[in-house]
């Protein structure tokens, strides 16, 4: 999108006590530009004096994709992310109160209350949210330097959630046998296909500025980021070529201390914090949810790397194809 570069981070001279129409576009515009599960945007936006209402909308078609709702909550959480982002640049503070009562859906509040200037990892963040976009297919040779992934773990990590790296054969092996396993209980649902048909364009269309669902053109055939989204088309590879491909790849395991829906919406938050710090920093990156909507999966990942946390997301990150070192932001 690009829409969202500096100029629009002046402040801008507002009445007493509420945002300015200028102002609530800034914030409607970072939360469109947010990552969401099948790009449903599973929200609302309301601003009032100085506080702006994000509320989580049930969306009764993700039946097989979504049961439980989790992926809708971490899409909130990463609206979340961007709107606090965007707060913080007009030069607010963001004060954040998320009420969510048991299973109920989720609205946060967030208050700018009084003037603060934003960090410089704030306004890098919020400069890459234009940029990020969800690049699915295989990534250029260069690999990722050991002191951006941990930029990029620690811009994931939080008081409730983990960012880790897979490393080394053994995780790759293991991770790659639980996606097999996963792609190809996804594949062979027909339900579960069908669902995910009506949400994705037809070959050779694609989707108009702003409406909601994936272009069939974003989505790929083959590699881990096919794996990540079973369609018809996906052809799951076998273990030993996924084991090869998560290797050279940075998979980042994204993960939460419980598995409430507040952890989702806290983990979605981190998503998009890792995201956008990759993004400003040139590297492109999917995620993939879709094989931990199984317990099964999310159980045997937990146990298989040491973790006593939950795992939520799987991101990959890497370099796009076509850029090169001087031409980072080069596109997908
Ligand atoms: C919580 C969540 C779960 C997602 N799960 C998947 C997934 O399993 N596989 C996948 O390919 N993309 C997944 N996505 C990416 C969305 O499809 C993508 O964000 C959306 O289509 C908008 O496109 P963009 O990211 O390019 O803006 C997920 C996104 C979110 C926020």
């Known amino acids: 999108m690009g829409g969202l570069h500096s100029s629009k981070r002046r402040r801008v001279d507002e009445p007493a006590c509420r945002w300015s129409a200028e102002e609530i576009g ?51 959480g990463a609206a979340l992310t961007n709107l606090v982002l965007a707060v913080r640049s007009l030069g607010w503070t963001a ?27 704030e306004i890098r963040r919020y400069e890459a949210i234009g940029d990020r976009t969800s690049y699915r297919r295989a990534f250029g040779p260069e690999a990722v330097p050991g002191q951006l992934r941990e930029t990029v773990s620690s811009a994931a990590t939080s008081v409730s959630v983990l ?41 050779g269309e694609s989707k108009g500025e702003g409406e909601l669902g994936l272009s069939w053109a974003d989505l790929v055939s083959a590699g881990l980021g096919a794996v990540g989204l079973a369609t018809s088309r996906t052809r799951v590879p076998d273990e030993s070529v996924l084991t090869a491909r998560i290797e050279r790849e940075s998979l980042l395991v994204v993960s939460s201390r419980g598995d409430e829906p507040l952890d989702h919406i806290r983990a979605g938050e981190s998503v998009e914090q890792a995201w956008l710090e990759a993004t400003g920093a040139g590297l492109a990156a999917s995620i993939m949810t879709q094989p931990l909507h199984l317990g099964e999966v999310r159980d045997a990942l937990a146990v298989r790397l040491g973790l006593s946390t939950v ?22």
């Open 26 to 76: 800034i914030l409607a515009d970072a939360v469109r530009s947010a990552p969401s599960v099948h790009n449903t945007r599973p929200w609302s936006l309301a601003v009032r004096e100085r506080t702006a209402e994000l509320r989580e909308g049930e969306i009764e078609t993700l039946a097989y994709h979504d049961p439980e709702g989790r992926d809708r909550r971490m899409s909130c």
């Open 311 to 332: 795992p939520q997301a799987l991101m990959r990150f890497g370099y796009p194809a076509a850029a090169t070192p001087g031409n980072r932001r080069g596109q997908p």
């Open 163 to 203: 960012g880790r790296w897979i490393s080394g054969g053994d995780e790759a092996l293991a991770v790659a046998r639980l996606l097999a396993y996963a792609a190809g209980a996804f594949h062979g649902n027909a339900d579960y296909k069908r669902e995910l048909s009506a949400w994705t364009t037809v070959p």
């Open 95 to 121: 004060d954040v109160d998320i009420g969510i009562a048991g299973k109920s859906l989720a609205i946060a509040k967030v208050t700018g209350s009084r003037r603060a200037d934003p960090t410089a990892a």
